[in-house]
């Protein structure tokens, strides 16, 4: 979790960077409002109650899949409606007694706000096709986790029984890079991170204090646009 605080604080100090690269000119606004389809895809992570290393797992295996609509206004402010198809995996290793290990398929739908910083006057260029954008969101979710596990009589194990399909809200926020090509197309990278209010993505909550906070997930995604207007 400090990882993720570490996170959370590095794009929240950005505009604070960014703002003051427009007092001085470095930054220019939009003159137009756009809307664009988009796609996006990449390998995700899911912060859980697993022991073993993310850096130690095949995140390559866990994938995130998205599509959805966004505008953006003259202001910068802008918005995105998408839907997402994720799966992730986890395990303890064989070196963990419980032997601990989930699979576990998500959809989730999202509404995300946006704000747009256009890197103008980039290489003394009025205006330039490079931009990067903040995003903050809220959306809901369903997980359905397989889980294998070693029962330990002393250990207050607690499961979704029967591959039980999971709801919950999540939080999505992160920071993405976006490069215009001028010809309706759109290219960029995304880091995400998404709160959820569950602490059973990975289909399993060990006692306290082996569990203490819901499960998150983390993720780095290219995303393809097609301007519609």
Request: aromatic share 16%.
């Amino acid at each position: 979790m400090r990882k993720l605080f570490l996170s959370s604080l590095l794009i929240l100090l950005i505009p604070i960077t960014l703002k003051a690269q427009r007092r001085y000119g470095q930054i220019e606004k939009s003159s137009i409002s756009t809307g664009a389809i988009f796609f996006s895809i990449g390998p995700e992570y899911c912060f859980a109650d697993t022991k073993k290393s993310p850096f130690s797992q095949n995140v390559l295996n866990n994938k995130d899949f998205s599509v959805g609509f966004k505008v953006k206004y003259p202001n910068n402010f802008g918005y995105k409606a998408l839907i997402n198809y994720t799966t992730v995996t986890g395990s303890d290793g064989y070196t963990e007694v419980r032997n601990y290990s989930f699979s576990t398929k998500i959809w989730q739908m999202s509404i995300q706000g946006e704000y747009t910083f256009n890197l103008g006057q980039l290489f003394g260029h009025s205006s330039s096709p490079n931009s990067i954008y903040l995003f903050l969101g809220i959306g809901m979710l369903n997980s359905n986790a397989n889980l294998n596990y070693s029962q330990r009589i002393d250990y207050d194990y607690k499961t979704n029984q029967d591959n039980e399909i999971g709801t919950s809200a999540i939080i999505p926020y992160g920071i993405g890079y976006q490069h215009d090509f001028n010809n309706n197309f759109v290219l960029g990278v995304e880091y995400n991170l998404r709160y959820s209010f569950s602490d059973y993505l990975d289909g399993f909550k060990p006692p306290y204090p082996d569990s203490k906070s819901n499960d998150v997930l983390q993720g780095f995604s290219l995303t393809l646009s097609y301007k519609l207007y």
